[in-house]
Each structure stands twice: as C-alpha cells, then as structure tokens.
C-alpha cells in the first residue's frame, strides 16, 4: 500500500507554482513483518522458512498522473534506480516535478528494451552502479532486475540450503521488464514550497509467493529460465 507525507495545509485555494521533488521510499517487508536481513526467519504458505541477505531490484521510468490526467513522464536518461535493502539504499528521488496535485504513479521494474538496446555506451553511470550492486551479468545478458538470495528450509530440505533468484530480460532474447500503476489514495502536492514524501510498502513474500507459487525445495537456484523467471516477473511487479 501507499502513504504520502506531505507538509500541507491541504488548501485547495493554495496556488501551486513551480517545481519541487518527489521522493519515493521503497519500504520492503515480508508478509506483513519488517524485512530484517540475516536475522529474521519468514515463513511462506508452501512451508518453506527464508532468511533473506540481499533484496536488491531496479525501479525505473517514472510517471506521474494528475487529478486531471495529465501525464508527467520522468526523464529517462534520469529514470533508473537500484533500490538496496543491504546498502541502505531504499528511495529514488525525482526532481523538477512541474507543481501540481499528483493521484497515481506508475513505474517500470528493470530496465526495458529500449534502454537495453542503447548499447553499454548509452548506459551512463548507471552501468557502474549496476555493476557495483550485483545488479548485472555479463553485457551480453544483460541487467538483473531483481536479486534475491538467502538460505532457506522445508518439510524435505532440512539444513540452510543457499537459494538465489536472479530474474532479468536474459538480453534482448527473454524479456522480463514489467510496469505497475498504484493510486496514491490522495493527493500529492508538488509546489516551489511543497515535496511530498511517498511510502510504498513492497511484500517481498510476493517474488516467490504471489500468483505464481516458485518452490525453492524444488530448485534453489534460478537466473536463466524461460519458465519460471517471466513468472517471477509477474510475482514481482505485484509486490508494491
């Protein structure tokens, strides 16, 4: 779901002018409970007990919707975010957001082909970023959108087992780049004098949990599969 904090009278006759800055913070949980790297055991409903060390994901291609439908498209070249449960490093912050009063944002998760296709020159910083979070592969295979690791147990698998899900677009062969729409649930006010502030609280149980049920005990370890990762795809664009 979605908190918005913004410092506010909430006076319709307050005229908006401007810019301001959007920031967005990704509030990662696992079913309802804090997500708490490397201490904390999670159990989902096919009995299988995770404990999560990294929870990394790309958010990118931001857009903001109006009380009117208008449509703000972030600009791309500025539209990619790693978002780091392990580095602290949870929020993007958009800028230079024409004032207005915002109802939905819609966002993409990893990187889409168009991007992809720029080459590794067209990348810009966000390559090395990519590179220093464990967020690629190879340049031939591309971006990982999502990594996800850990150890876990069940009914069968009876000592930590090391799982890793690793889901990408696997290059322009496979791809995997999901969107997701939310409604804000009021509105956003963006203005010279107003920055709203954006909680998303993302369910983590979700990447394996979701609409499609991903059993670790019956493979531990996925990156390129054409089966199960466009499902974990699926699973982790419901998350948010």
């Not at 819609?106 to 992809?116: A, S």
């Not at 000592?159 to 290059?171: E, L, R």
Request: glycine share 8%; net charge negative; with cysteine.
């Amino acid at each position: 779901f979605v908190i918005v904090l913004s410092c506010s009278n909430d006076d319709d006759s307050t005229e908006l002018t401007g810019t301001g800055t959007v920031q967005i913070e990704f509030d990662n949980s696992m079913a309802g409970d804090d997500l708490l790297l490397s201490t904390s055991s999670y159990t989902n409903s096919q009995s299988e007990t995770l404990t999560i060390s990294r929870l990394n994901y790309i958010v990118s291609n931001f857009r903001l919707t109006d009380v009117n439908g208008n449509v703000f498209t972030y600009p791309k070249d500025q539209s990619y975010f790693i978002t780091s449960e392990e580095n602290g490093n949870t929020e993007a912050v958009l800028t230079n957001i024409p004032a207005g009063k915002y109802v939905s944002i819609t966002f993409g998760i990893g990187v889409d082909q168009e991007k992809y296709l720029q080459g590794a020159e067209g990348q810009g910083d966000f390559l090395t970023e990519a590179e220093n979070t464990e967020m690629m592969w190879s340049w031939q295979a591309g971006y990982k959108f999502l990594n996800f690791e850990g150890t876990f147990t069940s009914a069968t698998v009876k000592d930590p087992t090391d799982f890793k899900i690793h889901m990408g677009s696997h290059g322009s062969s496979l791809d995997n780049y999901k969107e997701t729409s939310l409604s804000l649930g009021t509105e956003a006010l963006v203005s010279n004098d107003l920055n709203p502030i954006i909680h998303l609280v993302v369910d983590a149980n979700n990447i394996l949990d979701g609409e499609n049920k991903i059993s670790l005990t019956e493979q531990s370890v996925i990156m390129v599969s054409e089966e199960k990762s466009p499902k974990i795809a699926v699973n982790t664009s419901k998350m948010f």
